[in-house]
T-cell receptor, first 111, second 113 residues
């Protein structure tokens, strides 16, 4: 069955460092992969979308890579700040316009 | 702020009751999706409406039903509430013809006792 894996353990890093979050998937052929940020008790906020034929996408301090051979996406936040602390969700869509979400990874940036 | 609104913010219901949750899509969007999110989990897809027609459904029983109106606002109805229905219910709007990114509302926190 289709599976999306995100590290369930929180990632703790120091302010100013680069945070790297991982999204692995199996039994899936996504046309798109998206990353969202979610704060406690709030709805997810769209950050970036990368298509299957794209290797890398950047937006300000954010960078996403997509390796369809490894079936993995990496999400990087450079020069991290305490305000970046949140849960980050990856979502895959096989082209049906119905993304399937992972459970998310909590990022904690310490001052 | 995404422009997607949901009501109510919080709701407490008793097992066996029925509930209606409402969502107002972002202006210009023609697709609305509903998700259930339990604590510590990712959003689970319930169903999607595209131009007032159901476009897909997740692994939820028929007591979860929905509607999309001509102005693209939407309702989620849940009958015969069970304790496990306690969760954050999220509505997301998108414009299917322009891209796949979902714009979520703040959610409705439903507690079933």
């Amino acid at each position: 069955s289709q599976k999306i894996e995100q590290n369930s353990e929180a990632l703790n890093i120091q302010e100013g460092k680069t945070a790297t979050l991982t999204c692995n998937y199996t039994n899936y052929s996504p046309a798109y992969l998206q990353w969202y940020r979610q704060d406690p008790g709030r709805g997810p906020v769209f950050l970036l979308l990368i298509r299957e034929n794209e290797k890398e996408k950047r937006k300000e301090r954010l960078k996403v890579t997509f390796d369809t051979t490894l079936k993995q996406s990496l999400f990087h936040i450079t020069a991290s700040q305490p305000a970046d602390s949140a849960t980050y969700l990856c979502a895959l869509d096989g082209g049906s316009y119905i993304p399937t979400f992972g459970r998310g990874t909590s990022l904690i940036v310490h001052p | 702020e995404t422009g997607v609104t949901q009501s109510p913010t919080h709701l407490i219901k008793t097992r066996g009751q029925q509930v209606t949750l409402r969502c107002s899509s972002q202006s210009g969007h023609n697709t609305v999706s509903w998700y259930q999110q339990a604590l510590g989990q990712g959003p689970q897809f319930i169903f999607q409406y595209y131009r007032e027609e159901e476009n897909g459904r997740g692994n939820f029983p028929p007591r979860f039903s929905g509607l999309q109106f001509p102005n693209y606002s939407s309702e989620l109805n849940v009958n015969a509430l069970e304790l496990d229905d306690s969760a954050l219910y999220l509505c997301a709007s998108s414009h299917r013809d322009r891209g796949d990114e979902q714009y979520f509302g703040p959610g409705t926190r439903l507690t079933v006792t």
